[in-house]
């Protein structure tokens, strides 16, 4: 496990585990969900990275440039390929100081992702804050589609509320796959703040996210930023003390759907989270 601190801010990261985040603090509080001891899962972590595709594949089957292509289940209670590759595998630290760290995680092409790639997580933690960069180059011969995404756990209580602004939520279906783009207010007004506690489970991408929301508690008011991310996934499970709000490069499912990015062999496409906080 690797330790940074600077200030009032400390966080441990868990390259063995997925290149996750362990736990995340600002003067002894947590800003995220802390990590159980001896957790052996990515899910069970303060945070984990998407790559090389957020969130789901339907049925793990698409086309690229005319071919068909299959991807396995990598979760035994879901019905499509869910979170990519990184967060399934282990990361090497190529770096690191009191600091910062950079982790690297580098695929061969194989039956859970068809082309090789090299992604590299940068951790800086400075006075106000931690902010990550996530990125990957494809290192195949042949273009490959790529998503990027981050997945934060935070705690959550009744007096928890998560304030941000969207263009249009997308509906889903019983399974979890995009169906059709409804008001961004469909589930709550997250405009003017809302609370993440709930009897009914969001499990659902809001499009055109500006990029900046605001996460209050009944201690801080954590201010949450997403670069490179234009969709923002909220899971909030009901009856649990946690939710995640995960800034996305694209929506589920986005390799069947129209507009998913494709890297050229050495293009690399980088996103990036800053969490600080606002007041105290």
Known sequence: MLHLEAGDWKVALQPELGGTIAALTFQGRDILRPTPA????????????????????????????????????NMADQVHPL????????????????????LVHTHESDAHWPWTYRAEQHFTLEPNGLRVSLSVENLDDRPMPAGLGFHPYFPADTATRLTFAAQSVWLSTADLLPTEPAAADHFADWSTGAAV????????????????ATIGTRDDVVALAGEGTPYFHLFMPPGRDFYCAEPVSDMTNAVNRSGATMLAQGETRTIAMSLTVAQG
């Open 38 to 73: 001896g957790a052996t899962s990515p899910l069970e972590t303060a945070s984990f990275p998407l790559v090389p595709y957020a969130n789901r594949i339907a049925d793990g089957r698409f086309t690229v440039d005319g071919v068909d292509y299959n991807v396995p289940l």
């Open 83 to 102: 979170h990519g590759v990184g967060w399934l595998r282990g990361w090497a630290v190529d770096a690191a100081d009191t600091a910062s760290a950079v």
């Open 197 to 212: 506690s709930r009897d009914t489970l969001i499990d659902n991408a809001y499009a055109g996210w500006t990029g900046t």
